[in-house]
């Protein structure tokens, strides 16, 4: 990818890579959408990192972190599909699901670290910090440590929107194409797509498979 890390330039150009990416699965066959989500899952990182060397502030996320796990998390079905699939291919990684009972905590928040962190969703790849005690207060809803300077109360915007048109660039082909395209939670997504051995097989066939409960909004289409 040769995006230049200097805004909208960049945001279009990991659109447009993204769109090229779902386009070129559409014209095979039988897609390969696990190889797909971690082409477009790498394109963020790849962004991302070339980013970080202009970013002002700089994130203060580092694993055993793991405030901003806090809360329910947004994922794009053929996300959760794809993850799933990697999940079956390690079933040590389905036990904290297996025994997830709800909450606003996800259930891979291990100790404090996320323990699927390489096949994280989107949304979670582009939530940075520059100081976790506003993550602490506001998704944990815990008081942070009293004194040192204050805190500071600006996620970084650039990594969320990076994510935000790489996600939209891998959707628009998919839901023009008529496959499910909603946004789901997903914690009881997931589980509900390893709970189906042909679920990723399924949703290509335009089947919607993911529960109303676990819905979050319908398809926006990007500006």
Not at 48 to 72: F, K, S, V
Request: aromatic share 8%; proline share 11%.
């Amino acid at each position: 990818m040769n995006a230049s890390p200097d805004g909208p330039n960049c945001f279009a150009t990991v659109y447009a890579t993204a769109r090229a990416i779902a386009l070129a699965a559409l014209t095979e066959p039988a897609p390969d959408w696990l190889t797909i989500v971690r082409q477009s899952h790498a394109l963020a990182d790849q962004a991302w990192a070339a980013a970080l060397t202009l970013e002002a502030d700089l994130p203060a996320c580092a694993p055993g972190c793991g405030w901003c796990c806090h809360q329910p998390v947004e994922a794009a079905p053929v996300e959760i599909l794809a993850i799933a699939e990697s999940l079956r291919a390690a079933p040590v990684w389905h036990d904290p699901l297996a025994t997830w009972r709800g909450g606003r905590i996800c259930p891979f928040l291990v100790e404090g670290r996320c323990v699927i962190h390489p096949l994280r969703p989107l949304k979670c790849r582009g939530l940075f910090q520059p100081d976790p005690r506003w993550c602490m207060a506001t998704f944990a809803k815990c008081d942070p440590p009293p004194g040192g300077a204050p805190i500071r109360h600006r996620p970084l915007a650039f990594p969320r929107r990076l994510c935000d048109s790489v996600i939209a660039g891998l959707l628009t082909p998919l839901h023009q194409a008529g496959l499910d395209c909603d946004a789901y939670s997903f914690a009881p997504a997931l589980r509900a797509a390893l709970d189906r051995s042909d679920a990723l097989a399924a949703w290509a066939g335009g089947e919607r498979i993911f529960p109303a409960s676990a819905r979050l909004h319908g398809w926006i289409a990007p500006n």
